[in-house]
T-cell receptor
């Protein structure tokens, strides 16, 4: 069983809309969660970290964590074509190991 | 502040050969993790090193090995290459003192022919 699950997409949203990316995880001991953005042919880039239940906002990005439901999400407000990329959800499970989901491809249409 | 540096960026090897990839972490970061990324499997954890010690290892065959030096630079080695080893190999560094935010290098694209 995959430890971090994401819908592979693609998720297509119009420019200016809110993009909502979701992720579930199976290990209740997971302590920290991360969202990475990966452009085609590039390496993943860390955009958000979240450690406690609730919301965390950074500019146009909001990460949400619900440990009871084992659910993590990323909202991108005012989506731009430059946001088109694959978004990877990751969880630190302890044991010095971070597990990544397969990623959700996002397309923002101009 | 320099980021994570991986060398080489691209490699083409023949089946049966071996390869060594290098990773220099962000200055001050002591933990280095290696990942294999393929279109079908996504990012798969290979191993993690801290202070020259491997602290965790993923589900890869023994042909995959690594090490870390006293300056935190790390190398990974793949012996007896197979076609299925063709992938993007990514190195990520973290400070390693309870902070688990990881920053990736540009990766090494390995093609086995």
């Amino acid at each position: 069983q995959k430890e971090v699950e994401q819908n592979s997409g693609p998720l297509s949203v119009p420019e200016g809309a809110i993009a909502s990316l979701n992720c579930t995880y199976s290990d209740r001991g997971s302590q920290s969660f991360f969202w990475y953005r990966q452009y085609s042919g590039k390496s993943p880039e860390l955009i958000m970290s979240i450690y406690s239940n609730g919301d965390k906002e950074d500019g146009r990005f909001t990460a949400q964590l619900n440990k009871a439901s084992q659910y993590v999400s990323l909202l991108i407000r005012d989506s731009q074509p430059s946001d088109s990329a694959t978004y990877l959800c990751a969880g630190y499970t302890g044991g010095f190991k971070t597990i990544f989901g397969a990623g959700t491809r996002l397309f923002v249409k101009a | 502040k320099a980021g994570v540096t991986q060398t080489p960026r691209y490699l083409i090897k023949t089946r049966g050969q071996q390869v060594t990839l290098s990773c220099s972490p962000i200055s001050g970061h002591r933990s280095v993790s290696w990942y294999q990324q393929t279109p079908g499997q996504g990012l798969q954890f290979l191993f993690e090193y801290f202070s020259e010690t491997q602290r965790n290892k993923g589900n890869f065959p023994g042909r995959f090995s690594g090490r870390q030096f006293s300056n935190s630079r790390s190398e990974m080695n793949v012996s007896t290459l197979e076609l299925g080893d063709s992938a993007l190999y990514l190195c990520a560094s973290t400070i390693g003192r309870g902070n688990t935010e990881a920053f990736f290098g540009q990766g090494t694209r390995l093609t086995v022919v």
